[in-house]
């Protein structure tokens, strides 16, 4: 198993947003996390990444058999966890060339590999770049600065195709999106899935899994999995709504 | 642990007792007796062989000093100096000057191997072609070690050239008409209490001059090292640009680490005539101090640059890591019709540090313009100020400026300051100002994290950002370095 998160409870300044989440995901799978406003979504990805403020009181996170909880954000980056961000973060001044090349850097020296030649380097960024329409202009300004929504997007995926992760966490990543970037994103995830990658895509909208198609689709309500099926229950979904899981929960 | 906390944490330990310049280089040296007195003055003087003007001249600036009060108006705190407690000439002993750096004692040669000045490999590196097909650009270095120069690289090709390029104390003899027209003519010898000071007792520092029409054909370079006790560190530079001349001057000091402070009070003069540029950039990294703020070495420099003919220009562009208090202005005087003025400042204070630091744009001419950017980055416990006046003369008409300062603060024990001053006495001039203060977030750390920059790697990215703008402004060669100091300086990881 790639990923197991283990009965798992996390309070953000006392409020408890995780009760008791359950998940298991093989490699080479993907898994939509569906589930309405306020169930812990995007909770469940920031604890995955690390982030400060969160707090784990029960349970654990093992990825490839071990637990990730007592690991910095930048060590689980290094060991093949990555997360799409719903709300990229501007850094003024660093271009983005620069940053891309600074992180896989610092994540080939963490696993004990050699730097990224420059040649090299620059060849898989222009590749990864033009899959996915991103200019030289944009390469060179800075880490999502003036970016558009989409722009920004793309560069998530772009940052993702350079780090090539174990598995890749999905937030929210068509939010903002107009129908042209939409397709131009979910080709540039479809293209990385691989029987050694796994993904989960945590959304609202069944929109997104019309391009991402799940192997399973789980959802989400008051900090549990509520209900897990295969790609059909996102359908369900759409024409149901989140209610009944919400008060199933309760 | 929250990695703002973790940031601050860091910055606390931070490495002011890591200092990596921190070693001292066993090597006797000459002193003056310590403590201050006419005769002391007399004895650099006599030192030097210099000419009787020049001792007057040191005398009259010595009685001066006596009259005058340390300013107390900059925003720093340091007990109470004590002059006669400190030693005003150091040169190292059996010292004459050499001929060639074979003639150089290897131990000072080891000790500038060690801050990485390959004044050595410089000579040989010359005209190398590297395999790209470019030519390493060439860099001079004139390096002072406490008060004397030990070894001018380039001086042949530079003669070529017609550039004079030496220790101001060889200017004084080979050169004292030069010396004399434009010394203290910009930082006149009662400017200021350190200026003053320096004036009396200035013990060495380089001297260049660039004939009318020339284009100095590579980097001079200074690099200053404080190595003996409790020795004041008093150099003097005087650069002149003659009419359609360029030159570019790069400065890096460090100096080892000590638990006591070092008083440094160094006057730089520029001077461009008509059509002729002067870019001047510092790398400074003296010794901080310790994590309890003890020791460190006090910066309290003038720096002063005037723009005497017209379309003359001055850009002046400092990074400041170093020091325990630094005190330090480099401004421009806008004599010159259309003359400009160029301050570009990275300031980054850490442990228990104080900077007081920034620039006064003087426009006295018609259409002169200038420029400050100014970057200040406050970690640890210390204070971090910026200083500055725009000020148009009645007659200063078609006057500009453009400033902008902005600060970054890493933590909360530390504290960022903006002090600008703006007069403008005629009507047509134009001032805009714009500032900024803000802090390092923790969402920005945390998405280079999850990427795979460890905090401090995340720390430095962030920052060198904030300064792109600045850093862009150095040279080549010296904006590595810098970048590299910068990472050195907050990280507290050495190497």
């Not at chain 1, 880490?143 to 598995?167: D, Y």
């Not at chain 2, 009419?243 to 680490?257: D, F, I, N």
Request: hydrophobic share 35%; charged share 25%.
């Amino acid at each position: 198993m790639l990923l197991e998160i283990k009965n798992l409870h996390v309070e953000i300044d006392g409020k408890k947003i995780l009760n008791g989440l359950d998940l298991a995901i093989e490699q080479g799978k993907v898994h939509a996390i569906m589930g309405p406003n306020g169930s812990g979504k995007s909770t469940l990805a920031y604890v995955l990444a690390g982030k400060e403020d969160y707090a784990v009181t029960e349970g654990d996170i093992l990825f490839n058999g071990e637990s990730v909880l007592d690991l910095d954000p930048d060590e689980r980056a290094a060991r093949g966890l990555f997360l799409a961000f719903q709300y990229p973060i501007e850094i003024p001044g660093v271009a983005t060339m620069t940053f891309l090349r600074t992180a896989l850097n610092a994540q080939r020296k963490a696993r004990g590999e050699g730097e990224l030649s420059t040649p090299d380097f620059l060849k898989r960024v222009r590749e990864a770049a033009g899959k996915l329409e991103i200019n030289q202009d944009m390469l060179r300004r800075a880490v999502n600065v003036g970016f558009s929504g989409g722009e920004k997007k793309r560069n998530e995926i772009l940052q993702m195709a350079m780090l090539e992760p174990r598995l890749a966490v999905l937030d929210e990543t068509d939010s903002g999106l107009d129908i042209d970037a939409l397709k131009i994103v979910s080709e540039g995830v479809n293209r990385l899935r691989s029987p050694e990658r796994a993904f989960i895509v945590i959304t609202h909208y069944q929109r997104l899994l019309d391009y991402i198609v799940p192997d399973v689709v789980h959802v989400l309500s008051r900090g549990r999995i509520v209900k897990t099926g295969g790609k059909e229950l996102a359908l369900e979904l759409e024409a149901s709504g989140y209610a009944q899981y919400q008060s199933e929960a309760a | 642990m929250p990695a703002v906390q973790e940031t601050v944490e860091q910055v606390r330990r931070i490495d002011v007792d890591q200092y990596k310049y921190g070693f001292e280089t066993p090597i006797e040296s000459e002193k003056a007796p310590k403590g201050l007195s006419e005769d002391i003055v007399r004895f650099i003087s006599e030192k030097k062989n210099e000419p009787q003007w020049m001792l007057d001249w040191r005398l009259d600036a010595y009685r001066r000093w006596l009259t005058m009060r340390e300013p107390a108006w900059a925003r720093v705190s340091y007990p109470k100096i004590d002059f006669q407690n400190i030693y005003y000439y150091a040169a190292p002993k059996k010292f004459k000057a050499p001929k060639s750096l074979d003639e150089v004692d290897p131990e000072i040669l080891r000790t500038y191997e060690k801050l990485g000045i390959p004044l050595r490999e410089q000579e040989i590196l010359a005209g190398v072609v590297r395999e790209d097909g470019s030519t390493p650009s060439k860099v001079a270095v004139d390096a002072v070690f406490d008060s004397v120069s030990v070894a001018t690289t380039f001086k042949e090709e530079l003669k070529k050239a017609g550039v004079i390029f030496m220790p101001i104390s060889e200017a004084l003899r080979e050169h004292p008409e030069l010396v004399r027209r434009y010394i203290g003519t910009v930082v006149p010898v009662t400017d200021n209490f350190y200026a003053t000071l320096n004036s009396a007792v200035f013990s060495d520092g380089s001297f260049v001059y660039v004939p009318a029409g020339v284009r100095c054909p590579m980097e001079l370079s200074t690099y200053f090292r404080i190595n003996e006790k409790n020795t004041g560190q008093f150099e003097r530079t005087l650069i002149i640009a003659d009419k359609g001349s360029y030159v570019s001057y790069l400065e890096g000091c460090t100096a080892p680490q000590r638990d006591e402070n070092q008083l440094h009070a160094a006057v730089v003069e520029l001077i461009t005539l008509d059509d002729a540029e002067i870019k001047y950039s510092t790398v400074q990294n003296w010794y901080p101090g310790d994590s309890e703020g003890r020791g460190g070495v006090y910066n309290f420099v003038t720096k002063r640059g005037d723009c005497r003919g017209r379309n003359a220009k001055i850009s002046w562009t400092q990074v400041e890591t170093g020091s325990a208090i630094t005190w330090k202005y480099p401004s421009c005087i806008l004599r010159g019709d259309n003359s400009r003025g160029e301050f570009y400042s990275i300031a980054i204070s850490n442990g228990h540090q104080q900077v007081d630091s920034g620039t006064k744009m003087i426009h006295l001419g018609k259409n002169t313009t200038s420029r400050i950017i100014s970057k200040g980055i406050a970690a640890g416990k210390s204070q971090n100020t910026y200083r500055g006046l725009v000020s148009a003369h009645r007659k200063a008409t078609g006057a500009r400026n453009f400033t902008n300062c902005d600060s970054l603060l890493v933590g909360d024990k530390c504290g960022a300051h903006t002090v600008p001053y703006i007069e403008a006495r005629n009507s047509s001039a134009v001032f805009e100002h714009e500032a900024t203060t803000s802090k390092i977030s923790a969402d920005m750390l945390f998405y280079c994290r999850q990427r795979g920059l460890s905090a401090e790697e995340a720390t430095a990215l962030v920052v060198n950002g904030f300064v792109k703008d600045v850093l862009q402004q150095l040279p080549m060669e010296f904006a590595v370095e810098a970048q590299k100091l910068i990472s050195i300086s907050l990280e507290g990881s050495v190497g």
